[in-house]
């Protein structure tokens, strides 16, 4: 008779929770998935103090979770596939912050742990190069036994090169775990363990809400300086390049000219430059032509043969054959003809 009552007191209990976990998932537009394995309770009672103003932790068996996700699937969408996304010891989140918001506050109430044996490494866990606190003595062969090389310095141990103990995703062993303990290195994260967060029928994943926020804003950055680069090679008109662009055009469009000996106000100055070079060019490569001057003869008269006095003799005439003449008439013809021999090899006639 005392069982059957407290059955029935047990059952009115988790039907109690079970109707207070649905009220809740119905007034919070935001809640997320937690797994609160090897969260010690002190950790857990601090991180609700500090973030009692912007978060409610529910806690409850997976049975019940998965009764109140199945009950609320014809009003909230895709929330019936939480129940598969349901891990270690479960419980549920509240917030009205935004799924990142939330993500942000629960990273900042996050302290670092020494591990514990049976604990899986969350990433390559390191022991690095350098001086120990140990001094000379059996310890040596304890670290030699797990593969790190060391020598003897100024008294104390020191690691010879850095040595990684164990892998990601590996079990820590409780002679490793100990060793990082006297180490003092302390590689676990404590704090909540956010799975999921679930707004509106939208789920993001903890690899989504914890991406880093500086990787994010520089893949966003490049993402704009891409697309940047893009809408110019393919001439996509957009209020942010459209200096650029024409900019572009207008340089493609003087060198166009320029190849096609267009003259325009921008290069007139330079085409008219490129002709008088031309011009200065194909004058020195014609053939120099020589022109002779003649000059004109004079026709002296000769002078008298003096008699000689002891024997006069007959006077001997003297003739002087004068040179042809070229007159000035004859040297203009030569100087036209030689002009109209330098236009015909200009206009390439010759």
């Known amino acids: 008779m005392e069982k059957k009552k407290f059955e029935a007191k047990g059952a009115k209990k988790k039907t109690r929770e079970l109707e207070k976990l649905k009220e809740l998932m119905r007034s919070y537009p935001v809640f997320g998935l937690l797994d609160m394995t090897d969260l010690p309770a002190l950790q857990l009672i ?3 103090h500090s973030l009692r103003s912007s978060i409610l932790i529910k806690m409850s068996k997976k049975r019940l979770l998965k009764i109140a996700f199945n009950e609320l699937k014809s009003e ?35 302290s670092m742990a020494p591990a514990k044996p049976g604990q899986t490494a969350p990433t390559d ?22 593969g790190i090389k060391c020598k003897v310095e100024n008294g104390k141990i020191s690691v010879i090169n850095a040595t990684t103990l164990v892998k990601e995703g590996e079990v820590i062993v409780a002679s490793k775990a100990g060793l990082l303990s006297k180490l003092g290195i302390e590689p676990m994260e404590i704090g909540l363990n956010l799975l999921l967060t679930y707004k ?17 804003l520089d893949n966003i ?28 055009a207008n340089a493609e469009a003087t060198s166009l000219a320029k190849k096609a000996n267009i003259m325009t106000s921008e290069n007139v100055g330079e085409q008219l430059a490129k002709a008088e070079a031309q011009a200065e060019s194909l004058e020195n490569s ?57 236009d015909k090899k200009i206009k390439g006639e010759i």
Do not use: H
């Open 46 to 48: 601090r991180i609700k």
């Open 76 to 110: 909230k969408k895709g929330i019936d596939t939480l129940i598969d996304k349901l891990k270690g010891l479960p419980a549920i989140v509240f917030t009205k912050e935004e799924p990142f918001k939330l993500a942000k506050l629960i990273s900042q109430n996050k």
């Open 125 to 146: 866990l390191i022991v690095p190069a350098g001086p120990t606190p140990f001094p000379a003595g059996p310890m040596i062969g304890e670290l030699g036994a797990m």
């Open 200 to 216: 509106d029928g939208e789920i993001l994943t903890k690899e989504v809400l914890f991406v880093d926020e500086q990787e994010y």
């Open 221 to 248: 950055a490049r993402a704009a300086s891409e697309a940047f680069a893009l809408s110019l090679s393919i001439g996509y008109i957009t209020e942010d390049n459209i200096k650029v662009l024409l900019s572009k």
């Open 286 to 342: 014609l053939p120099e032509v020589k022109i002779e001057e003649k000059k004109e003869t004079i026709k002296e008269e000769p002078k008298p043969i003096e008699k000689p006095k002891v024997e006069e003799k007959p006077a001997e005439e003297f003739k002087i054959e004068s040179k042809k003449e070229i007159t000035l008439n004859e040297m203009d013809q030569a100087k036209n003809k030689l002009q109209e021999l330098v």
